[in-house]
């Protein structure tokens, strides 16, 4: 049906052609696993503080966010709650994720250049296992965090089943932002710093620090942050138990398929030229 369609329409086509890259790299998992556990044993071998890096942006992020909050508190003249810690709390540990998988995806290929260079598989593999990576020291931090929302005495509610899906929506955003930043880092070495600067202020324009609800209808631009919509639900379903704005996060979901495709087919256009350019 695929094929159908992309006889008629080129964003068809790319789909259909993203479809049959994707099934080709299926061949390739055992490598995938391998390179991704690599990449995990490179970053704490002879490490000091070993698991706790995995946690040590998240602590930072959600002090500066408590303090960010606490200063709010003060100037309304109203009391820092537990929820807004919890709040904080929650959307600090996938930004964090968010951060690291881009910064690294970023430098990915430059990094593993003797292998792009003399061995011939999909050169996609080694963005996706810096995210899968990531992955793993989100799973530490949840498991941090896990024990805070304990102590805060956050609660349970069956809002919770929407967890897993916002998260694999951020992952398949981080994939794809991924695999194109990675290929254009090949290309315009200036791209890895202007990255840095996105990741650096991105804060500051997505709601980690604070909530939508802040700001009144100003707030709702805020959401057109594709990030926005998947960090507020999570917020809203762990912490406020109830659904997150569904509108909201099916944009969130089109922003990261769309990025996820077109990432993936510039990234498989773009490969040829990766020799000469790395």
């Not at 942006?57 to 959600?62: D, E, H, K, T």
Request: with cysteine; proline share 4%; net charge positive.
């Amino acid at each position: 049906m695929l094929e159908r369609c992309a006889s008629q329409d080129p964003v068809w086509e790319a789909v259909a052609a993203v479809r049959r890259e994707l099934v080709e790299l299926t061949k390739y998992k055992e490598l995938l696993y391998v390179i991704t556990y690599r990449d995990i044993r490179v970053r704490y071998k002879q490490s000091v503080m070993g698991f706790l890096w995995a946690i040590l942006m998240p602590i930072l992020i959600v002090a500066s966010g408590v303090i960010v909050r606490y200063g709010y508190a003060l100037v309304s003249h109203s009391q820092l709650k537990t929820g807004d810690i919890a709040s904080v709390a929650i959307k600090s540990v996938p930004w964090a994720f968010i951060v690291s998988s881009i910064r690294f995806t970023c430098n990915s290929l430059f990094g593993n250049r003797d292998l792009v260079v003399k061995i011939y598989f999909p050169k996609e593999i080694f963005p996706m296992a810096a995210v899968l990576a990531c992955l793993f020291d989100l799973f530490v931090a949840s498991a941090a965090l896990l024990i805070l929302l304990v102590v805060l005495r956050v609660g349970w509610s069956v809002y919770l089943l929407w967890v897993p899906f916002l998260l694999a929506v951020i992952v398949l955003f981080c994939i794809g932002v991924g695999l194109l930043v990675s290929a254009a880092s090949l290309f315009f070495r200036d791209v890895r710093y202007i990255v840095e600067v996105f990741l650096t202020f991105g804060i500051f324009f997505t709601p980690v620090f604070f909530d939508v609800r802040m700001f009144g209808p100003i707030g709702r631009w805020l959401l057109l942050n594709p990030v926005a919509p998947l960090l507020d639900g999570l917020s809203t379903c762990v912490v406020r138990h109830a659904s997150p704005d569904i509108a909201w996060v099916a944009y969130s979901v089109m922003f990261s398929v769309l990025a996820f495709v077109t990432g993936f087919s510039l990234f498989k256009h773009l490969e040829p030229a990766f020799a000469e350019s790395i």
